[in-house]
Nanobody, 122 residues
Framework: VQLQASGGGLAQAGGSLRLACAAS????????MAWFRQGPGKEREFVAA????????YYVDSVKNRFTISRDNAKNTVYLQMSSLKPEDTAVYYC????????????????WGQGTLVTVSS
């Protein structure tokens, strides 16, 4: 499956952005999806995941109640709605896909998008 992330940009602290990741090539609804991020000088970290049907979601503690992951299987797209943004959310955000159940480790995901940069100014 090919993944194309979009929606990054510059936001002020407290603002919002919505990322999208469009998938093509395989049956999207068979894949659990996730967002990871990599900040300057940091390792890639898990942000959020959603099950193939969308009924289960998972978040890293630092984004709970601020970020929402969702998916539209009819549009082959997964979203990350980010609100109450903080400067520490600045990172390149990557979407990822894996067959089967959701996971929080990057090594569990087989397919990756190219990343989209989110910059949050204070």
């Amino acid at each position: 499956v090919q993944l194309q992330a979009s929606g990054g940009g510059l936001a002020q602290a407290g603002g919002s952005l919505r990322l999208a990741c469009a998938a093509s090539g395989r049956t999207f609804s068979n894949y659990a999806m996730a967002w990871f991020r990599q900040g300057p000088g940091k390792e890639r970290e898990f942000v959020a995941a959603i099950s193939w049907g969308g009924s289960s979601t998972y978040y890293v503690d630092s984004v709970k109640n601020r970020f929402t992951i969702s998916r539209d299987n009819a549009k082959n797209t997964v979203y990350l709605q980010m609100s109450s943004l903080k400067p520490e959310d600045t990172a390149v955000y990557y979407c990822a896909a894996r067959l089967g159940n959701s996971a929080t480790s990057a090594s569990s995901y087989h397919y990756w998008g190219q990343g989209t940069l989110v910059t949050v100014s204070s």
